[in-house]
């Protein structure tokens, strides 16, 4: 068990969740607002009818990438099924804008060039905003920023598998084991790591300890033991 590095920033699963959705707004409202703003790219919206457009685009998109669950960790790693994620995403929000559109200005042609500048630059801005996540998620994994305490209770073969899994090198950048604790008998050790205590002594463990994430490493029928 060792003692992870202090980070300046404490990264969480949920915060690079938040950030890759805030991106994804960001990079869907970049193109609106350049038709949006005095001086910007020509349509024959009004400054609001854009604003209003684009903002249900958006809307439209990142909730169809919270149904698909885009927006998790694990589906940041590859960049095909990200591309997946982001092509449905954008074809029901490109669905919910001519709706819009013909709300706003009913008989409106939309097959016209601005129309398709319009969704050109958003579709390419968030393909290439989804490849600067792979790139982050790969720093992230390489830096092992992402990598929590876990403290293990159990016992048993169940425990030493659980703990052979959670130190494996496989998943060194994900755990960082830092407590064993039994809840039947007081063995001196689960699958060659020490136990600190029983299940009485973790509550005060975690008081100094900082303490991510409780694996339980009991078969199923006796998890309600503890």
Request: hydrophobic share 50%; proline share 6%.
């Amino acid at each position: 068990m060792t003692a992870p590095r202090p980070q300046f920033v404490r990264w969480t699963h949920g915060m690079v969740n938040r950030l890759v959705r805030g991106l994804d707004v960001a990079i869907l409202a970049l193109p609106i607002l350049l038709f949006a703003l005095p001086g910007g790219l020509d349509s024959p919206l009004r400054p609001v009818q854009v604003l209003l457009v684009g903002a249900l685009q958006i809307w439209a998109y990142v909730t169809v990438l919270d149904k698909l669950s885009a927006y998790r960790v694990e589906s940041y790693g590859g960049f095909l099924a990200q591309f997946g994620h982001v092509l449905a995403g954008y074809a029901v929000a490109m669905a919910v804008g001519l709706v819009a559109l013909q709300a706003c200005r009913p008989g409106l042609p939309w097959n016209e060039p601005w129309f398709w500048q319009w969704h050109g630059l958003q579709f390419l801005a968030v393909v290439n905003g989804r490849s600067l996540v792979s790139l982050g998620w790969r720093m992230i994994r390489r830096r092992n920023l992402l990598r929590r305490n876990v403290v293990v209770v159990g016992y048993g073969s169940t425990a030493a598998r659980v703990l052979a899994r959670i130190t494996s090198p496989e998943h060194a950048g994900e755990f960082n084991l830092v407590g064993v604790f039994s809840h039947v008998g007081s063995p001196l050790e689960i699958g060659g790591h020490r136990v600190d205590g029983d299940v009485a002594a973790l509550d005060e463990f975690a008081r100094h300890t900082t303490v991510d994430q409780v694996v339980l490493g009991v078969p199923w029928s006796r998890a309600p033991e503890i």
